[in-house]
């Protein structure tokens, strides 16, 4: 399935500590992107394991 044809729906809401959830921005479909930004990547984990893997 390419970025053209996949579809996702995104719903932003937000639930406090009582549990009740209030809506953010209402449902919408959005076209993912073929690769995440750079910016929007986690950076390398730091763990002693992971670290040893690199």
């Known amino acids: 399935m390419s970025a053209e044809t996949a579809r996702m729906t995104l719903k932003?809401?937000?639930?406090?500590?009582?549990?009740?959830?209030?809506?953010?921005?209402?449902?919408?479909?959005?076209t993912p992107l073929p690769e995440p930004e750079t910016s929007h990547a986690y950076p390398p984990c730091q763990c002693p394991s992971?670290?040893?893997?690199?």
Do not use: P, S
């Not at 992971?50 to 690199?54: E, L, S, Y």
């Open 50 to 54: 992971c670290k040893a893997k690199r």
């Open 12 to 30: 932003v809401y937000e639930v406090n500590r009582d549990g009740v959830t209030r809506v953010l921005r209402e449902e919408t479909e959005v």
